[in-house]
């Protein structure tokens, strides 16, 4: 079975740029969260779907930032414009209700 | 709210030295998940372990152990005869049982083992 996918793997952008990350969540996960971590910092949460509703989005920094999960499988996660503290790892999860979530190896995002 | 402590930032041991990551966590909820990932150089976390808060009982996996105190609001785990391959960031979380949603992390503790 696979596992929670996330493209690209590494972005690199200059501030003012637009960026959209990918996340394909495991099949039947109804569950899809995002996280980043930034400058070192402890990773924090970002949103959870579930399906393709929000269901928490309270972690979202600022407008500047866009999830969507059209259908409810993949999402993605859309920065516009992106600013310098933008840059950190961009982790995905995905659970079934009920347990345990399960990460994807994350998009490494440089704003220059 | 809940909160993870890794007051560790960087551990660095010789090989085959047993190596304790401290974990300290804060919380009102009485129900709570406590996990360890591991986030090795190719960057994706790998789940090690969950815990609920009813359980103390201590747990082994092979060379890894891991220490739940609930009187101390503490996880910790340890590494016997640490090796090279054991270097990465370890992640402690938590997340509240009844809303499996919002994972809480720490900080994160960089292990270094050296040969």
């Known amino acids: 079975e696979a596992g929670v996918t996330q493209f690209p793997s590494h972005s690199v952008i200059e501030k003012g740029q637009t960026v959209t990350l990918r996340c394909d969540p495991i099949s039947g996960h109804d569950n899809l969260y995002w996280y980043r971590r930034v400058m070192g910092k402890e990773i924090k949460f970002l949103l959870h779907f579930v399906k393709e509703s929000k269901q928490d989005e309270s972690g979202m920094p600022n407008n500047r930032f866009l999830a969507e999960r059209t259908g409810g499988t993949y999402s993605t996660l859309k920065v516009q414009p992106a600013e310098l503290e933008d840059s950190g790892v961009y982790f995905c999860?995905?659970?079934?209700?009920?347990?345990?979530?399960?990460f994807g190896p994350g998009t490494r995002l440089t704003v220059t | 709210a809940q909160k993870v402590t890794q007051a560790q930032t960087e551990i660095s041991v010789v090989e085959k030295e047993d190596v304790t990551l401290d974990c300290v966590y804060e919380t009102r909820d009485t129900t709570y998940y406590l996990f360890w990932y591991k986030q090795p150089p190719s960057g994706e976390l790998v789940f090690l372990i969950r815990?609920?808060?009813?359980?103390?009982q201590n747990e082994i996996s092979g060379r890894y152990s891991w220490n739940f105190q609930k009187s101390t609001s503490s996880f910790n785990f340890t590494i016997t005869a640490s090796q090279v391959v054991d270097s990465a960031v370890y992640f402690c979380?938590?997340?509240?049982?009844?809303?499996?949603?919002?994972?809480?992390f720490g900080a994160g503790t960089r292990l270094t083992v050296k040969p």
């Open positions: 815990r609920n808060s009813f359980d103390e």
């Open positions: 979380a938590l997340s509240i049982i009844y809303n499996n949603n919002d994972m809480r």
């Open positions: 999860a995905s659970s079934q209700t009920g347990l345990g979530q399960y």
